[in-house]
């Protein structure tokens, strides 16, 4: 199992789906969590309680990153409850909505972009002071990035950036010891993705993957704990496809 205590961490989006089962399996291996949320909070409390209940340690902290400056609200947030070293930084909170390049709008496009972008890309700049050598960053990335899958070019093209920012990141914070990688999530039964709990949506699932079933956060969160540890230590600059082989 993978062995992460004494490591601090920060999940965003943690409070729902990948990220809470992230925030789970990283405490669960031993690490105190920074458990973010936007809207969520009664979830975020019931997951810290959750923790702490089984003896670990997590705090909640909410932050609404459409803003410009949420990244550097919450960095500032985090440095003040951790002190001056994180070991681990997982930005998961995501937005998708579905538009053809026809109706895609202006508002929606830019609302991606912030939180799946900005957001990950300011995160990492202003937590730079207090990760250190052996800290290891996590980015989510997506099978839309690589496959044409729905109707979704904007938000896909969210997560393209993502996988350009973990080569470049990668590249540059390797001299520090800072590890940068992202997992590509397939479909995945979360709220994001609830168009799989229907027949059509679940059939359509298993049409474009090799392993069928749908995939679980759970099954994310166990590849995102082994990037989070030094299992991965000779692991950076890449993308990890967790998508139950889909559309291999
Ligand atoms: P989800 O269940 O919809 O949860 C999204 C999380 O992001 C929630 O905790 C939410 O917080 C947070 N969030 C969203 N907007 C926010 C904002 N403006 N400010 C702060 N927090 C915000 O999504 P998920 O399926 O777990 O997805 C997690 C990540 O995996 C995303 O980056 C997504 O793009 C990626 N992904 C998912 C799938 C999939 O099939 N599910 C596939 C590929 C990639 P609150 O609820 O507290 O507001």
Redesign the pocket.
């Given at each position: 199992m993978t062995n992460l205590t004494n490591k601090t961490a920060l999940v965003?989006?943690?409070?729902?789906?990948?990220?809470?089962a992230t925030a789970r399996a990283l405490a669960a291996a031993g690490a105190r969590v920074i458990v973010?949320?936007?809207?969520?909070?009664a979830?975020?409390e019931s997951l810290v309680a959750e923790i702490r209940g089984s003896g670990g340690k997590a705090d909640a902290v909410?932050?609404?990153?459409?803003a410009s400056d949420?990244a550097h609200k919450l960095a500032k947030e985090v440095r003040t409850l951790i002190g001056d070293r994180l070991d681990i930084l997982v930005a998961?909170?995501?937005?998708?909505s579905s538009a053809s390049i026809e109706d895609q709008t202006v508002a929606e496009f830019d609302?991606m972009f912030?939180?799946?972008v900005r957001?990950p890309f300011f995160l990492v700049q202003q937590l730079l002071p207090v990760l250190g050598e052996g800290s290891s960053v996590v980015l989510?990335?997506?099978?839309?990035a690589r496959a044409s899958v729905g109707v979704l070019p904007a938000?896909a093209a969210t997560?393209g950036a993502i996988d350009t920012l973990v080569k470049h990141f990668g590249a540059l914070l390797g001299p520090r010891g800072i590890r940068v990688n992202a997992v590509?999530?397939?479909?995945?039964?979360?709220?994001?993705?609830s168009f799989?709990r229907s027949d059509e949506g679940r059939n359509f699932t298993l049409s474009i993957q090799a392993l069928q079933r749908i995939?679980h956060?759970d099954d994310?969160a166990d590849v995102i704990a082994f990037l989070a540890s030094d299992a991965s230590r000779w692991v950076t600059g890449d993308t990890v496809q967790v998508g139950g082989g889909s559309k291999i």
């Open positions: 965003t989006g943690a409070s729902r789906g990948i990220g809470r973010h949320y936007g809207n969520a909070a979830e975020a909410s932050v609404d990153l459409t949420g998961n909170a995501g937005v998708a609302r912030a939180v799946n957001a989510l990335s997506s099978l839309a938000y997560k590509a999530p397939g479909v995945i039964d979360t709220d994001m993705s799989a995939g956060a994310v």
